[in-house]
């Protein structure tokens, strides 16, 4: 039993971590892009509405949500950790440093660009999933589901969160396009063949996941979505 847990202690054992972790939220981001999507339905958030009532009622959904969040959390805690262990290794900077020969900008600013991005969850959580899953959400739609594309529409009225959003998103961007393909390397997903296919993938799914959930609050904002 210590082995194991040494195994997950060590350098290589938090990376496993942080590929298997950001592998499972990666496709949470598909699930969570998809149904806030409806929105673009756009009659009155009566689609969305519905699409967010079964995530919030289906039991194997509620479950997958302890899951989630243990996932969110392991993969935050062991990013920081390898920030801290990769700053604790190399305590003085060489006098003359050329990263962007070895690595992209964004490879190399992940616990920043992870920061950005546990700041916009905790806003996020607060302003949406505290309200759908323990304060209630005051309306209801003519379906009778909660109307949390209502709240949706008033929150992003304040325009100093719309920036926030889509500060966030483009922070998801790129920590998505060193995360994507570094998780299947991670685990061993190498493959001379396979490799260049995993890493156009991770790019195309970067800039699209980003761009939709930017353009939701930014479509609400202009009133294109009613």
Not at 10 to 19: F, R
Not at 74 to 83: E, M, S
Not at 190 to 198: A, F, G, S, V
Request: proline content about 2%; glycine content about 8%.
């Amino acid at each position: 039993m210590a082995s194991f847990g040494n195994a997950f202690s060590s350098s290589i054992g938090k990376k496993l971590i942080m590929g298997i972790t950001g592998l499972f939220l990666i496709s949470f981001l598909l699930v969570h892009c998809f149904i806030n999507a409806l929105i673009f339905v756009n009659d009155g958030g009566l689609t969305f509405n519905m699409g967010a009532h079964f995530m919030g009622t289906n039991w194997l959904i509620r479950a997958m949500e302890i899951v989630l969040f243990a996932g969110l959390l392991a993969h935050i805690i062991q990013g920081f950790r390898l920030v801290f262990q990769n700053q604790a290794a190399r305590p003085v900077k060489y006098a003359v440093t050329n990263g962007a020969a070895n690595s992209k900008w964004y490879s190399r600013s992940m616990g920043l660009l992870g920061t950005l991005l546990l700041i916009f969850l905790i806003v996020h959580i607060n302003k949406f999933w505290v309200m759908s899953r323990f304060t209630g959400i005051p309306t209801t739609d003519a379906n009778g589901n909660h109307d949390l594309f209502a709240v949706m529409v008033e929150t992003f009225k304040d325009p100093l969160l719309v920036i926030l959003y889509v500060l966030a998103m483009v922070s998801l961007a790129y920590h998505l396009l060193h995360g994507f393909s570094s998780a299947f390397q991670t685990l061993g997903w190498n493959h001379k063949k396979y490799t260049p296919l995993i890493k156009s993938l991770g790019v195309w799914y970067s800039i699209i996941i980003s761009l939709l959930f930017a353009s939701m609050p930014i479509a609400m904002y202009l009133g294109l979505i009613k």
